[in-house]
């Protein structure tokens, strides 16, 4: 009888965790029993070994994979202390993303599709005419802006100050974690598309929420997602094929 292969693909065993992982977990739950919170300072790198039976280099390195999270930072004459820099660590981690691919767009817009047009109940019942005011201020303002990134970083503050009328924070904390790469399509739209398009848009969107009008505020926020795929398609890298000052 003629053997058949079999068609299953091998699988992966479940890794081991490593020591620094042990050591990493293990400070976790340290700050959990012990309830230590921003501030408190963790035991030595000695203390720390004693109690982990680990090297000091494996304690060292738990420590520094803490610090990238933003849950400890290192104080010469003091040691680790707890700090609360997780946001900032995650932008850390946003700013090396170096190209705006097409699907680097679709990802990322797709995301801002599911938060900003999925908080339009949200925003229609909270936002007050003062808030559509302040908005308005915010919008004007990119018509002065002198350069690509001054309009960037007006176009972002926009659609944040917008997000947080909605009144959920973990929304907009995660929203704003995301603003280094945000923050470049935003500037890349500016070098290719200028100003003028996206201060009418956001007027637009504005309209439609000072009419409370659901079906128009989601048309006006899609659609003003979705164009940038124009400029994106014309870029070469990344990078705007040619990256003026704005007007």
Do not use: C
């Not at 020591?19 to 012990?34: F, H, R």
């Amino acid at each position: 009888m003629t053997a058949h292969p079999t068609t299953d693909a091998p699988q992966a065993l479940p890794r081991d965790p490593s020591a620094v992982d042990t050591v990493v977990q293990g400070i976790k739950v340290l700050i959990q029993e012990n309830g230590l919170t921003v501030g408190d300072q963790l035991p030595s790198e000695r203390e720390l070994g004693e109690r982990f039976n680990a090297a000091r280099n494996t304690v060292r390195e738990a420590v520094r994979i803490l610090k990238a999270y933003g849950v400890v930072d290192v104080r010469p004459k003091i040691g680790a202390v707890i700090v609360n820099r997780h946001l900032d660590a995650v932008l850390d981690l946003f700013s090396f993303q170096l190209t705006i691919s097409r699907e680097t767009f679709l990802d990322i817009q797709g995301f801002r599709k599911l938060i900003e047009v999925g908080s339009v109940d949200a925003l229609l019942n909270r936002a007050t005419n003062a808030d559509i005011g302040e908005l308005t201020r915010v919008n004007n303002a990119i018509l002065e802006a002198k350069s690509v990134e001054e309009a960037a970083r007006r176009d972002f503050e926009f659609h944040s100050a917008l997000l947080a009328i909605a009144g959920n924070k973990t929304v907009l904390d995660v929203y704003n974690s995301m603003k280094p790469i945000i923050m470049r399509l935003m500037e890349t739209g500016k070098a290719t598309d200028g100003l003028q398009g996206t201060h009418d848009t956001h007027a637009r969107i504005l309209d439609a929420l000072a009419q409370r009008d659901r079906l128009a505020f989601k048309y006006q926020m899609s659609t003003h997602l979705d164009h940038g795929l124009n400029f994106i398609d014309q870029t070469v890298g990344g990078k705007p094929m040619s990256s003026r000052q704005a007007p």
